[in-house]
């Protein structure tokens, strides 16, 4: 079964870091993209950041740009959202996301809570 499994949220003072994990099982990693998507209360799902199955090519999001990063370790099938200067407005629940390739659908991990508060 394809699975994708998140951990590393939780609760952090605004200005604080958290780095957020995926493994990632299934399927042959390294060969596609992948994405941490999050999800605010009231607001639509939106992309956050993606990578190339390589890792050498990252997308953020304006809001992230500079304060996200978004790296994998495919020895270890794990992709890893390292969030620092955290703000308020970050807090949401974070998945992780393999995109629908083909006949395949979308993948989601199962999410992990992100709050920033003081």
């Known amino acids: 079964q394809v699975q994708l499994v998140e951990s590393g949220g939780g609760l952090v003072q605004p200005g604080g870091s958290l780095r957020l994990s995926c493994v990632v099982s299934?399927?042959?990693?390294?060969?596609?993209?992948m994405n941490w998507y999050r999800e605010a209360p009231g607001k639509e799902r939106e992309l956050v950041a993606a990578i190339t199955g390589t890792g050498i090519t990252t997308n953020y999001a304006d809001s992230v740009k500079g304060r996200f990063t978004i790296f994998r370790d495919n020895a270890k099938n794990t992709v890893y959202l390292q969030m620092n200067s955290l703000k308020p407005e970050d807090t949401a629940v974070y998945y992780c996301n393999r995109p629908s390739v083909g006949i395949f659908s979308d993948i989601w991990g199962q999410g992990t809570q992100v709050t920033v508060s003081s």
């Open positions: 299934g399927f042959t990693f390294s060969r596609y993209v």
